[in-house]
């Protein structure tokens, strides 16, 4: 094992960009998540070839295992299923998955709807609407916080199709009730609710 000057300058510019991506996690493509995979797997290698006891494998591998937990973490895949990303310094990520049920567009929304995610939101919602979708069922089961930017994106969306939304925990709940959601679109408690009040609309 050695630890010249030339492999501390490569692990440290590898290391660099890898930090670099995770700090940009919230707008990260796909493809760009599959080059700080592969980004992740050349630091790792790189590491082997530093003495286990020095600074630079201890700054290294913290890095390391920071990514791992991000990579190997249910969040990841569901972001990389659908392109929206999360901060893996503490900002809930946010994601969207859809499951159409006999007409109706019900997408699952998880993680943290802010000003960050709510244009990503915004831009799949008016291109389904775009594309001929009039119906939509909006799970918040998993949503963690919703912002005023947030808000603004479901008080958009209700004006140009027919949206209920669901399940809101108690903390988002209170969000929507103070925002005035359930004045502009069905708030229930459960997805067949809400299903229901899409379809008679």
């Known amino acids: 094992m050695h630890d010249s000057y030339e492999l501390q300058r490569q692990i440290e510019a590898e290391t660099a960009l890898l930090e670099q991506h995770m700090r940009a996690a919230a707008s990260a493509t796909p493809a760009q998540v599959a ?39 249910p969040r990841f895949d569901v972001e990389t299923s659908t392109g ?17 049920q006999a007409g109706v567009q019900v997408w699952q929304l998880s993680g943290s709807l802010d000003i960050a995610s709510a244009p990503r939101l915004q831009e799949l919602w008016m291109a389904a609407i775009d594309n001929g979708e009039q119906r939509f069922v909006l799970d918040l089961a ?60």
């Open 35 to 73: 080059e700080a995979v592969d980004r992740l797997a050349r630091v790792e290698a790189l590491l082997g070839q530093v003495a286990p006891d020095s600074a630079l494998w201890a700054s290294t591998s913290a890095c390391v295992a920071r990514c791992k937990a991000y990579f190997d973490s």
């Open 84 to 100: 929206f990303f999360a901060d893996v310094h503490g900002r809930p990520g946010f994601a969207v998955r859809t499951q159409p």
């Open 142 to 201: 998993d949503l963690e916080f919703v912002s005023s930017a947030g808000l603004r994106v479901l008080v958009a969306g209700a004006k140009r199709c027919q949206v209920a939304v669901c399940t809101p925990n108690a903390h988002v709940a209170r969000i929507l009730d103070v925002g005035g959601i359930g004045r502009v679109l069905p708030v229930r408690a459960s997805l067949v609710d809400a299903l229901a009040a899409v379809r008679a609309r």
